[in-house]
């Protein structure tokens, strides 16, 4: 039986175990909308060796793929032909023409047969152009909880980098600003975030839905390194706001200004609204841990944790990057309410940050932040510095209750907003209920005799 994808209780029960689940579409649907991004056109003109390696890459990482799914056990401790893959990356390093980059591949290739050891110190200190990595990468936590074979390279996008780099230089002034917002809040210490166009995918994260990041080596197992690194895919996001996030906000939300047409008109919102996203991950009270909420309850702490980033992301974003960098807020405030909508429209009960960007947008309905108006041209009404104050009223909850480590109060938030909760925004599940799932295909056909560049 395929259930619903609004079937919350249902779909919350079965989450986290799809551990056995083949089909490159999950959650289960009757049918998806698939848009394709062709990342041939982003992979590096290094002759064909590369796409000869790649395509052996693939091979090998979808079998390990397929060797994982069949271990009722749980996985080895080394991924299923760890020497052939390493060998494979070295390989590739040995193309890469900067030293950098094929320093950190080489890395990368030692750490899949023998572990990181030392090297990730020295990998946080490596800037790459051209990025592969191989290895178990963790899915969506719905799906399951371990990570799957996965590979994936990207090259460096210089114009969204800049974006992030104007954004990080005003750290100071984000650590001021969450100080303000709550006295017992601070902003912790920021990882490397790099901004990429992904060219290519196989294994796990080459299956449904795809992620627009990885961060590592938290997402390949390795928890509490004090280096990290996050690796974000501007072509993946771009195509996901273009096709769905922005779509969705013709259709649904009057903010009283025209809906851009495209992701164009917003660059580099999405860009910094992801790096905002992973700041925001940051925001802490001094002392505090989330161990004691993760016992109570994963899946509440997960969908907390997610609401968090985006809200103190957002109101980051919003009222200091943006009038900083000569963004209009309210252009923020479209990005993130199109984005909420999109991650809603995946479903509830599956994807923890879906029902946190759902208990969003509940939490603003219910303080008058959101209008819902079934029979309106467009079902949801909001002023985007209405949002902004809903926002900060939000931050100082979650400041209160899942920052300040209060179990009980957090749980109630969850309860009363999340999609368990009264539905406010029943009319827009009912209208989002009736399209198909949406998601993205990359098409990786390269011409078997690049040239290479002179």
Not at 3 to 28: C, I, K, Q, V
Not at 183 to 191: A, V
């Amino acid at each position: 039986m395929i259930p619903n994808r609004f079937a919350y209780d249902l779909n919350l029960e079965r989450a986290t175990h799809y551990g056995d689940w083949r089909s490159a579409f999950w959650p289960p649907a009757a049918d998806y909308r698939l848009f394709c991004l062709d990342l041939a056109s982003a992979t590096p003109a290094l002759g064909p060796e590369l796409l000869t390696e790649l395509d052996s890459l693939t091979t090998l990482i979808d079998a390990a793929w397929q060797h994982d799914k069949a271990l009722a056990s749980g996985p080895e401790p080394r991924i299923r032909q760890a020497g052939a893959i390493a060998a494979g990356m070295r390989r590739i390093a040995a193309l890469l023409p900067e030293p950098s980059d094929r320093r950190a591949l080489e890395l990368r290739a030692h750490a899949l047969e023998h572990g990181y050891g030392d090297s990730l110190a020295t990998l946080a200190e490596l800037d790459e152009d051209i990025t592969l990595v191989a290895g178990r990468i963790s899915t969506w936590y719905g799906k399951q909880t371990r990570g799957l074979p996965t590979a994936f390279g990207c090259a460096r996008d210089h114009e969204a980098q800049a974006a992030v780099r104007a954004a990080t230089a005003r750290l100071g002034e984000l650590a001021d600003y969450v100080r303000a917002l709550h006295s017992q809040l601070r902003l912790g210490e920021i990882p490397a975030f790099s901004a990429t166009q992904l060219f290519f995918m196989a294994g796990e994260g080459n299956r449904h839905p795809k992620h627009i990041a990885y961060f590592l080596p938290e997402d390949e197992g390795v928890k509490r390194s004090p280096f990290k690194k996050t690796y974000y895919f501007v072509n993946t996001h771009r195509l996901l706001v273009d096709a769905v996030s922005l779509p969705l906000a013709r259709q649904f939300l009057e903010l009283g200004r025209p809906i851009e047409a495209s992701v164009a008109a917003l660059e580099p919102i999405p860009t910094l609204g992801v790096l905002a996203h992973e700041i925001g991950h940051f925001v802490r009270r001094p002392g505090v841990k989330l161990a004691p909420i993760n016992e109570a309850s994963r899946w509440a702490s997960v969908m907390l944790q997610e609401t968090a980033a985006d809200v103190f992301g957002t109101l980051l974003l919003a009222e200091v990057l943006a009038p900083a960098l000569h963004i209009e807020p309210a252009q923020v405030i479209l990005y993130h309410l199109a984005e909420c909508l999109r991650y809603v429209d995946r479903g509830l009960g599956s994807f923890p940050d879906s029902d946190g960007m759902f208990l969003q947008l509940q939490f603003l309905a219910s303080f008058g932040a959101l209008g819902v108006e079934p029979g309106a041209p467009r079902l949801l009404q909001a002023d985007p510095e209405v949002v902004v104050a809903g926002f900060r009223a939000l931050a100082r909850v979650l400041a209160d209750t899942l920052l300040a480590g209060d179990v009980e109060r957090s749980l109630a938030l969850w309860r009363t907003y999340g999609p368990a909760g009264e539905r406010r925004l029943g009319p827009l599940v009912a209208a989002l209920d009736q399209g198909p799932h949406k998601t993205i295909e990359y098409r990786q056909e390269r011409p078997p005799h690049a040239p290479r560049p002179r």
